[in-house]
């Protein structure tokens, strides 16, 4: 593909994606996203044939994108705890911006029988985040700049307590305090201070 033909992809990804958060998944039609990427309905479906292979599309660059940026950053060989910190700033606002949270729709999404049943593409994208973690947590404990922890429990209180704030945030009103509060209390599991020496 030409970069005039990513480059529209991208535009089109964008303004579906603010859709889905806005209305879910199941409300969101490909009128929707021609109105909103301002494509006629032949330019749009050149491009794409269904929400559903665009929403798919979407997950799988978010995760594709974390994956990516921490593999770049331990080549890099940058300290542990600094890419910790700025992927829980990222959460950490993430959680309390219920106006751009795919939650709802990733619920929706994942809920319909058909896709459910053809493979359970939702699995597949927690278990792609959880050997992400992974890498970066047996990094820092091998830098001596993490505990040595449970790193399977720590990833699933991680991504449950994430996509739970987001799901509730979509919901009810959530205080900054909330996913602050969490943010910490993770930080706190992994980082070493200095008196953690007699762990190793």
Known sequence: MNKRGEETRKHIKRCACSLFAEKGFKQV??????????????????????????????????????DNEIDVRIKQNQPAVTILDDILYKYENEMIDSQSSLSVAIYEYFSIHDIACRKNTLYEQYLISANTWK??????????????VDIAAVFDLIVFSYQGVRMYSKLMPVAKEIPSRIIKEIRKILVRSDGDGNNF
């Open 135 to 148: 890498k970066l947590m047996q990094y820092g404990i091998a830098r001596k700049e993490f505990k040595k």
């Open 29 to 66: 039609t490909m009128k929707d996203i021609c109105e909103a990427s301002q494509l006629s309905r032949g330019g749009l479906y050149c491009h794409y044939k269904s929400t559903r292979q665009i929403f798919q599309e979407i997950i799988d660059d978010m995760t594709g994108q974390q």
